[in-house]
Structures are given as structure tokens and as C-alpha cells.
């Protein structure tokens, strides 16, 4: 899959997750309403854990770990991706800090290392920013 392609389907799934966790926390607000409200609930809150891993990372975030462990080129590529697209969902920051951490330990190739410097200049301009506003 092409770079765009990933970019895509990193915001596509991000978009999603963040509709199953709003769906937990509306059915949430009525699950004491009655049995089937609870069992929405319910529904909603097994569909959000089932299918958050596929959602949160292309291939799957725990595989994503796995593959950057060996030095999976596809998977280093596609969490280059993850990082240059920043996507907003439940435990988003998290994995970028999780992913940002081992890719800094992979062994990558010159165009991938340009990315990460990419990605490194980025976080450093948002952190600057954030102090600024914070100072201000």
C-alpha cells in the first residue's frame, strides 16, 4: 500500500474508533435505563475492545510492536506514517510515545531516517508552541 494509501487508512480508522468511544459513552449515559439499554451498552463497549487494535494501527498495533521488534520494513514505514499523520483517538498519544521510542531503536534506511527527522522537527515545533501558549 502506498504512503497515501496508509495516510488514509490511518485517519479513516482513527475516525472510527472515535465514533465507537463516543457510541460506549452515549450508551453509557442510559444503561441504567433499562435491560436494553444496558445490553447497548454493552454491545457498544464489545465492539469498541474487539476492534480497537485493528483500528488503532494498519495490520494491528500489538503486530506493529512484534514487527518493529525484527525490523519489519513494512511496519516502519507504515509507523512513520502513524507519526507523520498524528491521528487523535482514545490512548493516541500514548502509542505515538510507545512508537516514537522503538523506531528511534530500528535500524532504518536513509529515506526513512529523512521521515523520522521530519516527524522529530514537528514534535519539537508543537512542544515549542504549547510552552508559548502556556507562557503567555
Excluded at 488514509?8 to 482513527?14: C, K
Excluded at 472515535?18 to 454491545?43: F, G, I, K
Excluded at 494501527?57 to 518493529?68: R, S
Excluded at 483517538?89 to 522503538?102: A, E, N, P, Q, T
Aim: contains cysteine.
Amino acid at each position: 500500500m502506498s504512503t497515501s494509501g496508509i495516510n488514509q487508512l490511518i485517519s479513516a480508522n482513527a475516525a472510527e474508533i472515535t465514533r465507537l468511544h463516543d457510541l460506549v459513552h452515549e450508551t453509557a449515559r442510559h444503561r441504567s435505563d433499562s435491560p436494553q439499554a444496558r445490553t447497548a451498552w454493552e454491545a457498544a463497549c464489545a465492539e469498541f475492545h474487539h476492534r480497537y487494535d485493528e483500528l488503532a494501527f494498519p495490520g494491528g498495533y500489538e503486530a506493529a510492536l512484534a514487527g518493529l521488534a525484527i525490523g519489519n520494513q513494512q511496519v516502519i514505514d507504515a509507523t512513520l506514517s502513524f507519526l507523520e499523520v498524528r491521528p487523535y483517538f482514545f490512548r493516541s498519544g500514548y502509542m505515538r510515545k510507545v512508537l516514537l521510542r522503538k523506531i528511534k531503536q530500528a535500524n532504518l534506511t536513509p529515506k526513512q531516517l529523512e521521515r523520522l527527522k521530519g516527524v522529530l522537527l514537528r514534535q519539537a515545533a508543537w512542544h515549542a508552541q504549547r510552552a508559548e501558549q502556556r507562557d503567555a
